[in-house]
C-alpha cells in the first residue's frame, strides 16, 4: 500500500497531465497508441500515471510540436535523431510559410483598400480634401436653390456613388484650371486670350464631365455668380487678387467666341 502511495504521488494521471501540459487526453492516448508516450506506471485499479520521467519527455514533445515538427519527427528526435538537422528543416518551412502569410497580409490589405476605395467619401473625407471649401450647410443652401433644377439632380445622380478618389481626381482637375486662370493672369494675359479662354473651356468642360451638362449661356451664368456671391468671389480671389472677375470675363469671352 506504501508503494502504491508513492507511485500515485510522483505520477499523474491522464486528466492531471492534459491540464497541466494543455493538451487533450484524446491526444494523450492517442501518444500512448503509436507509441510516442506511454505511462510507465500505472494505479493498482489499472489507470495510466505518467512519471516523471514520462512528464519531461511530453514538455519536450509539446515544445517540439509547438515549432510544428510531426509525430513521426518527434520519435526520431526522441530516438537520437539530428535535431540540428530538423530544426533547420524546420525553420525552412517557417520561412517559406513567413513568405506566404506576407503575400496573403499583402493581398488582403489590397482587398480592404479596394473596398474602401469603392465606397462613397464621407463628409469627414471630403472635408479633409476641400478644406473650407466643403461646406455642408452651402451644400444645403445650394439644394435649396437649384434643388427642382435638372443640372442639380443631374450632378446628385452622377456624384452619390463617387468615392474618395473620384473625389481626389476632380480636386486635382480643379486644381489645375485654377493654376490655368492664376498664370494667365499673373502673365498679363488679358481675359479673352487664348490662354483665358482655354482654361475657361477646360473649366467648363470639368463641370460638365464631372457633374452636369453645362451649355454655354449656363456657363456665363456661373461666371457672373463667381463675382456675385461673395464667397466664390473670395475663393478666387485668395488665390490671386481680381482672379474672380478676371474668370467671369474669361468665361463670358469663350462663350462668345463657342457660340459664334
Known amino acids: 500500500m506504501a508503494d502504491m502511495t508513492r507511485s500515485e504521488a510522483e505520477g499523474l494521471t491522464v486528466g492531471q497531465i492534459a491540464e497541466r501540459f494543455g493538451v487533450t ?41 509547438r515549432l510544428g515538427f510531426g509525430l513521426e519527427e518527434i520519435a526520431d528526435l526522441l530516438g537520437g535523431g539530428d535535431l540540428r538537422a530538423h530544426l533547420e528543416r524546420q525553420r525552412d518551412a517557417v520561412m517559406s510559410k513567413l513568405d506566404e502569410l506576407t503575400q496573403l497580409a499583402s493581398a488582403i490589405e489590397h ?37 427642382d433644377t435638372d443640372a442639380w439632380a443631374q450632378s446628385r445622380a452622377r456624384t452619390s456613388g463617387y468615392t474618395k478618389t473620384d473625389w481626389e481626381a476632380v480636386k486635382a482637375e480643379t486644381d489645375a484650371v485654377n493654376a490655368a486662370f ?24 470639368s463641370i460638365h464631365d464631372r457633374f452636369y451638362d453645362v451649355s454655354y449661356a449656363m ?38 467666341r463657342r457660340e459664334a
Not at 510516442?36 to 485499479?45: H, I, M, Q, V
Not at 482655354?198 to 468642360?205: I, L, Y
Request: proline residues 4%; charged residues 30%; hydrophobic residues 40%.
Open 25 to 65: 487526453v484524446r491526444t494523450l492516448h492517442h501518444y500512448d497508441e503509436v507509441g510516442l508516450l506511454r505511462p510507465s506506471e500505472r494505479t493498482y485499479a489499472g489507470y495510466r500515471l505518467y512519471a516523471p520521467a514520462d512528464q519531461e519527455r511530453l514538455a519536450t514533445i509539446v515544445v517540439y510540436r
Open 111 to 147: 482587398a480592404l483598400e479596394a473596398e474602401m476605395g469603392n465606397r462613397p467619401a464621407t463628409d469627414a473625407e471630403m472635408k479633409e480634401l476641400f478644406g473650407d471649401g466643403f461646406d455642408e450647410s452651402y451644400a444645403a443652401e445650394a439644394e435649396q436653390r437649384w434643388g
Open 182 to 205: 492664376v498664370a494667365a493672369l499673373v502673365a498679363g494675359e488679358p481675359a479673352d486670350s487664348e490662354a483665358a479662354m482655354a482654361a475657361a473651356e477646360a473649366h467648363r468642360r
Open 219 to 256: 456657363h456665363r451664368g456661373l461666371g457672373d455668380m463667381y463675382v456675385a456671391d461673395p464667397r466664390f468671389t473670395k475663393t478666387y480671389d485668395d488665390l490671386a487678387p481680381g482672379l474672380a472677375a478676371y474668370v467671369r470675363d474669361a468665361i463670358h469671352a469663350n462663350a462668345a
